[in-house]
């Protein structure tokens, strides 16, 4: 009877010495970081539990699955938001537990560029590693509202567009096209009164050739101010972009005067008015313009060689622009290629 009390204290102080080793080993679990030295991304699939999550970084040589994630998560229990997470060197078993439940995933970017074709655009979507592919022409894009004649050109507001993994090139586009729509129904609410546009589209169309003719925020407002005296005047626009839109394949970076003759419903020397439809894909800055062009009274002007434009009010002082810039490039040509100066462009 007497060794029973001595041997109950032995168990006991031995299960003291097991559970203070376990709680040792368990606190010093929680301060060990899981992941190498280098940042890292963990994808979690929709309803997976801690258990394969920790399986997936045991695989990786971050961690190992045992008793202490077992009892982390009935003493820590979460709900696992899927999506892509990244995990910073250091991050603790703790840190990682309120990562996965705050759904605060990687952010992707992709940016529509001004002045690009839906065309062009679309390749820039093929190319993105992380969107989930549907679009593969402008055709898969019909389910988009306000799209007249179905012709998606012109549609899709220039911006850097933030997505998460498992999101699709559709949904995206649909954004930028929901933001164009806004964007283009403030500048038509705000425009400038007695305008030659007959709607919203129009003003689009010629937001369109202003962000292919320059580059140059400063210039945007003038470049419209050319263009909207032309319509006023009945003038035909005779502007480059819309004619290289209209040649589609066959303009390989030259336009010779053939081309200019040429007539298509985009051919601006041939035709009066505003192309059919936008030629790119204008900014915000762009649709601005088109709504609050400058004024004044210059109809011409042309590149001046430093990435600029000359606007004249004439027709003789844009040609002297004009062999002011003939000058100017011949001059930066080596003497063997400047030739006599008899050319023309």
Do not use: C
């Not at 850097?160 to 995206?172: C, N, Q, S």
């Not at 030259?254 to 419903?265: A, E, F, H, N, V």
């Not at 062999?323 to 100017?328: S, T």
């Amino acid at each position: 009877m007497k060794r029973r009390p001595a041997f109950t204290l032995l168990f006991l102080l031995l299960a003291a010495v097991v559970t203070a080793g376990a709680w040792w080993q368990y606190a010093r679990f929680l301060q060990t970081p899981l992941t190498p030295a280098e940042d890292d991304i963990l994808l979690v699939e929709r309803g997976a539990s801690l258990h394969r999550v920790v399986e997936e970084l045991q695989r990786r040589g971050a961690t190992r699955m045992d008793w202490r994630w077992r009892l982390l998560g009935r003493l820590q229990p979460v709900t696992i938001k899927a999506g892509e997470y990244a995990l910073p060197a250091g991050l603790m078993p703790r840190q990682l537990l309120r990562l996965l439940e705050s759904g605060k995933v990687v952010k992707h970017y992709f940016t529509i560029v001004e002045g690009w074709t839906v065309r062009q655009m679309l390749a820039a979507l093929a190319r993105d590693r992380v969107l989930v592919h549907t679009v593969r022409n402008s055709g898969d894009m019909s389910g988009l509202a306000g799209l007249p004649g179905g012709n998606p050109e012109g549609w899709f507001l220039p911006e850097t567009y933030v997505f998460e993994r498992g999101d699709d090139d559709l949904g995206l586009l649909r954004r930028a096209h929901g933001a164009m729509q806004q964007a283009l129904a403030d500048a038509w609410a705000e425009r400038a009164p007695g305008l030659p546009y007959t709607d919203p589209y129009e003003l689009l169309v010629m937001a369109s050739i202003i962000e292919k003719e320059t580059s140059l925020g400063s210039e945007r407002a003038d470049i419209a101010g050319v263009f909207v005296r032309r319509l006023e005047k009945n003038w035909r626009l005779e502007t480059d972009p819309t004619v290289i839109y209209g040649m589609g394949d066959d303009y390989h970076g030259d336009i010779r005067r053939q081309d200019l003759k040429k007539d298509t419903p985009y051919n601006t020397y041939t035709r009066r008015g505003l192309p059919p439809t936008p030629i790119a894909l204008p900014g915000a800055a762009s649709l601005q313009a088109a709504a609050h062009p400058a004024g004044g009274d210059t109809m011409f002007f042309v590149a001046d060689g430093h990435g600029g434009h000359t606007f004249s009010r004439s027709l003789e002082e844009h040609n002297a622009a004009v062999r002011k810039l003939l000058r100017d490039d011949r001059a930066k040509l080596p003497d063997e290629q400047a030739g006599d100066g008899s050319g023309g462009r």
